[in-house]
């Protein structure tokens, strides 16, 4: 008897993993990063010194230059792949509390590839601080993927 188990068990793990359609695409990881005057996200190679220096620049708006979004994507069959950044901010002013970037992409990894979308200086001086953000993937008007902060 346990010998069937044995050989049943990883029968059916494995038929369950064949069976399942592999997404056509998605949005693995996204790091939004200030850049300094100079265009630097850290100082060192240091994760600690990466995140101590954006507190310093998250504190000091006056230091930064830009924000950057980092995204790490994966589409295998995508013919016209896109990256859109939606941003949602404490508007101040005049100014709306809503920008949306978008970016076309290429593909070029076999696990994924890194693009980089930046929001400049003037559009993160009108946003205000940034509380949300929504990165998204598109293959023409067909949505692969997405990834969201906490209070999107």
């Known amino acids: ?10 029968a059916f793990l ?10 056509p695409g998605r949005v693995m990881k996204v790091l939004p ?11 060192s190679p240091s ?14 708006p006056e230091q930064r230059s830009a924000l950057r979004f980092d995204v790490l994507w994966k589409a295998k069959s995508a ?9 949602r901010g404490v508007p101040k002013e005049k100014f709306s509390g809503q920008r949306v970037l978008e970016q076309p992409v290429n ?4 696990f994924g590839t ?11 001086k009108g946003l ?5 953000w929504r990165v998204t993937l598109w293959d023409g008007e067909q949505l692969l993927g997405e990834q969201r902060s906490f209070l999107w």
């Open 114 to 124: 890194w693009s980089a979308i930046i929001l400049s200086d003037a559009d993160c």
């Open 14 to 23: 494995l038929a369950a993993t064949v069976s399942a359609a592999p997404a």
């Open 47 to 60: 994760l600690y010194d990466r995140d101590a220096y954006q507190a310093q620049l998250r504190l000091h």
């Open 1 to 10: 008897m346990r010998w069937l188990l044995t050989l049943l068990l990883p």
């Open 128 to 132: 205000g601080e940034v509380t949300a």
């Open 79 to 87: 013919t016209q792949p896109k990256l859109r950044v939606e941003l």
């Open 107 to 110: 593909p070029k990894g076999w």
């Open 33 to 43: 990063h200030y850049l300094d005057l100079k265009g630097r996200h850290t100082l």
